[in-house]
């Protein structure tokens, strides 16, 4: 039986964008990568490697993957058929390598639970397990690193070269209704959709309507070089997404409840290949699209970032500079409040510390600390304590209290020497 390729449709792979190959993983994981064609296989065991490896580390991939495979030897050269994974394919070697000298000392799980007593033997087992894996632990460690460094960027070319060659890696079935040409609209149980068609590709904009009412769209550049796609998260949020793939350059809005405070927040980020770190600016905006925060980054370094107070004033301003980050805090009216330096070795030093209206509390640095910390519907926060020679020197108390500034309150106190907690 020749190799065979995962089975979709042009309205089930657009709905998996930005992240194409999901429609891979999730028909591998669902009947084994066993029989499938060596670039599906590839994607599946390198998605198990990735899984584990940013998330928790090689030592994890070996207890939940490789200790459970009948020939975890062979990863790396299943993973080698997919060019898209040259860059990375050292370090999985490298890890399975490592895996290779260790795995005859695994121990054998399978009596964890036996009454017997024979679960101090297991644990002796795991010891000396352990023992062994210990001198490699450096290099497990830098091998994570390093491959949390490249993921992204990786996942990207295979999202670039699903999107440049589809049947490679996928059988696409006929949908009734399709033809795979122009303009064309099928209902289909999940809903109403319309697709367009160029030399066989659904360019698009390609629209997805739910019966919920919910609408995603997904469409590309004539060259395929550009994905945009706005799709529905977790929950209740939207997200909308862009990548050119040749530059690895991309953008997301996304708008819904925020996940701590439940408040409804949209959050621009400039990313590169749609990873967790920042390249650009990064900003947040409350529901009224009033702006609450803002921070431009350099290849995931903050160089500078502005937070506001609800009525748009800014509230503090931080730039990096070279002997520590510069920092300026405002009143609410917009006046000066503090400036201040945290040097490297984590000291604070208060250059100035102004109140409301302009005068000056700690003149050549020695004299009192008022410093606001926020100002929301609820409350108002701020803490005071003594500098001397432009560093706090004592107790300094955290202070809370309404809006308007009634009903004070210390709600904390720490004791700071020369700048820095005692």
């Known amino acids: 039986m020749s190799p065979r390729l995962p089975l979709a449709d042009w309205p089930a792979l657009l709905r998996c964008a930005p992240y194409f190959s999901r429609a891979v993983v999730d028909a591998l994981h669902a009947s084994g990568p066993d029989g499938f064609a060596p670039l599906a296989r590839a994607v599946y065991y390198f998605d198990l490697f990735?899984?584990?490896?940013?998330?928790?580390?090689?030592?994890?991939?070996?207890?939940?993957?490789?200790?459970?495979?009948?020939?975890?030897?062979?990863?790396?050269?299943?993973?080698?058929?997919?060019?898209?994974?040259?860059?990375?394919?050292?370090?999985?070697?490298?890890?399975?390598?490592i895996w290779n000298m260790v795995a005859q000392a695994y121990p054998d799980q399978e009596n964890d639970d036996d009454d017997e007593g024979e679960e101090g033997c297991d644990e002796d087992a795991w010891d000396a397990y352990q023992d062994l894996l210990a001198p490699h632990g450096e290099r497990l460690a830098a091998i994570a690193t390093e491959f949390f460094a490249l993921h992204h960027a990786v996942r990207q070319r295979l999202e670039q070269?699903?999107?440049?060659?589809?049947?490679?890696?996928?059988?696409?079935?006929?949908?009734?209704?399709?033809?795979?040409?122009?303009?064309?609209?099928?209902?289909?149980?999940?809903?109403?959709?319309?697709?367009?068609?160029?030399?066989?590709?659904?360019?698009?904009?390609?629209?997805?309507?739910?019966?919920?009412?919910?609408?995603?769209?997904?469409?590309?550049?004539?060259?395929?070089?550009?994905?945009?796609?706005?799709?529905?998260?977790?929950?209740?949020?939207?997200?909308?997404?862009w990548i050119h793939y040749p530059s690895q350059a991309s953008n997301s809005w996304t708008s819904g409840e925020h996940f701590m405070s439940g408040a409804l927040q949209s959050v621009r980020s400039d990313r590169l290949a749609l990873g967790l770190g920042h390249h650009g600016l990064h900003e947040a905006f409350d529901a009224q699209g009033q702006r609450e925060s803002t921070q431009l980054y350099w290849y995931g370094e903050e160089l500078c970032s502005e937070h506001f107070y609800p009525c748009g004033a800014p509230l503090l301003r931080c730039r990096r500079q070279d002997k520590g980050e510069h920092h300026l805090r405002y009143w609410p009216s917009g006046a000066l409040n503090t400036e201040s330096i945290e040097g490297h070795d984590g000291a604070t030093r208060y250059l100035r510390c102004l109140d409301a209206q302009?005068?000056?509390?700690?003149?050549?640095?020695?004299?009192?600390?008022?410093?606001?910390?926020s100002l929301d519907a609820d409350m108002r926060q701020w803490r005071e304590g003594q500098l001397v020679a432009g560093f706090l020197q004592g107790p300094v108390v955290r202070m809370a209290s309404q809006p308007d500034g009634s009903q004070p309150r210390e709600t904390e106190r720490t004791v700071f020497k020369n700048g820095r907690v005692a």
């Open 50 to 97: 990735d899984a584990q490896v940013s998330n928790g580390g090689v030592d994890q991939y070996f207890d939940n993957v490789a200790a459970h495979l009948d020939d975890a030897s062979a990863v790396p050269g299943i993973i080698a058929a997919n060019p898209v994974y040259a860059s990375v394919l050292p370090l999985i070697e490298e890890a399975h390598a």
């Open 161 to 241: 070269d699903i999107v440049r060659h589809p049947h490679r890696y996928f059988a696409l079935a006929a949908v009734p209704g399709l033809r795979g040409s122009g303009v064309e609209h099928v209902t289909l149980a999940d809903g109403a959709h319309r697709l367009r068609f160029v030399d066989g590709f659904p360019i698009g904009p390609n629209v997805f309507e739910n019966q919920d009412c919910g609408c995603d769209v997904v469409w590309f550049s004539p060259d395929r070089t550009l994905l945009q796609c706005e799709t529905q998260g977790f929950g209740n949020e939207r997200g909308r997404h």
């Open 358 to 373: 302009g005068n000056d509390l700690a003149p050549q640095g020695t004299g009192r600390l008022v410093e606001m910390l």
